[in-house]
């Protein structure tokens, strides 16, 4: 089977591409190196053509609507009328966030049911790079910061890449359809997050200061809108522990 990967170069998109290729199937990264601009619709139809499947891995949060709301409408529009399946990757826990990127990743589900193709919408929980980075936002040298109770479950981005390969070469569904939410194995608090971030670089546990949950923004976090109810999301892939120990003693980046 032909399938498109767009951001087929980016961090999710990259391991769609080798879990596909890895099956038998054809990989196609769509992005702007390969040639394909959701904003402009450049090169979408072209390489849409004789795809079975299209996996949405391309995104860009610095520019607002741009790419998340109007580029993955533009593609599900495009996907919609040459008869190929959308499989779209989102986030657990959006529909009450008031974070501004989770409103617009909502509103980007919206726009795929609306353009009426066959598609599957699979939501995540944050991945560990994800939340290894919130958690060295939060901190300042030893003091960690949280929120209330705020917590993540993180998950594995390759479990989450075996999935979406799962959606595109299996069956398709008639259209619009939401997959079972997937999530890490671990509900970690920040405080866990945090400790074990320092101990991976040899240091001592972190002084936690604890921050009332004041505004909508931080009680959506203190009240773990992120972390699926137990039982909801399938849950599987490497421990956040397990992805850490693998990962230079200092990390960079998401
Ligand atoms: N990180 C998390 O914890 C998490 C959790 C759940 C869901 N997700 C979702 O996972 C998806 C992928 O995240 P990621 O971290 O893998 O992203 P990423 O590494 O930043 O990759 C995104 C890719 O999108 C491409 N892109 C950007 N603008 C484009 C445009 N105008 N047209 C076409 N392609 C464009 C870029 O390639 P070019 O530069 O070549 O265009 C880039 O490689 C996002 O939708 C995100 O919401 C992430």
């Not at 038998?24 to 450049?42: M, N």
């Not at 980007?108 to 919130?134: C, K, N, P």
């Not at 671990?186 to 200061?209: F, I, M, N, W």
Request: aromatic residues 4%.
């Amino acid at each position: 089977m032909r399938i498109v990967v767009t951001g087929g170069a980016g961090d999710l998109g990259s391991r769609v591409v080798r879990e596909v290729v890895a099956r038998g199937h054809q990989a196609v990264p769509a992005s702007r190196r390969t040639g394909v601009d959701l904003t402009t619709g450049e090169g979408l139809e072209a390489v849409l053509a004789g795809a079975a499947a299209v996996v949405h891995c391309a995104d860009d949060t610095s520019r607002g609507d741009t790419v998340t709301v109007y580029g993955t409408r533009r593609l599900a529009d495009a996907a919609a009328e040459h008869g190929v399946h959308l499989v779209h990757i989102s986030i657990v826990g959006i529909d009450e966030h008031p974070l501004a990127y989770y409103r617009r990743k909502l509103r980007a589900e919206q726009g795929i049911e609306d353009a009426g193709g066959a598609a599957s919408v699979l939501r995540a929980t944050q991945f560990h790079s994800l939340a290894a980075f919130f958690a060295r936002k939060l901190s300042a040298g030893p003091i960690t910061v949280t929120i209330g109770d705020m917590a993540l479950q993180p998950v594995d981005t390759d479990f989450v890449a075996t999935r979406l390969a799962d959606l595109a070469l299996g069956a398709r569904p008639t259209a619009y359809a939401r997959a079972t939410d997937v999530a890490g194995p671990d509900v970690l608090t920040v405080r866990e997050v945090a400790t074990l971030l320092r101990a991976h670089r040899g240091a001592s546990a972190p002084k936690v200061v604890r921050l009332p949950p004041v505004g909508g923004l931080l009680k959506a976090f203190a009240e773990r809108r992120n972390v699926p109810f137990p039982g909801d999301a399938d849950t599987g892939g490497q421990a956040f522990a397990d992805w850490l120990a693998l990962q230079p003693q200092r990390l960079s980046g998401r």
